[in-house]
């Protein structure tokens, strides 16, 4: 990865952060601090993904209509 500094650092390390937020490298840090047994890390994957569940309805996206619904 690579940042160019012209001048300001902070706004480098404030762009490095940023960057390094949207490609996960800081969750994934976080993640892999301590030692998960494998039964919590499926605990914790299957409660990632029903939050990403949930959150998929309330996306904004207008959903197809099904076909019973359309008149």
Partial sequence: MEIRVEGDIEKALKLLKRKLQKEGVLK??????YYEK?????KTKQREAQKK????GKSGKPRPMASADRS
């Fill in 28 to 33: 994934e840090l976080k993640k892999r601090r």
């Fill in 38 to 42: 494998p039964s919590v890390k499926l």
């Fill in 53 to 56: 569940r949930a959150k998929g």
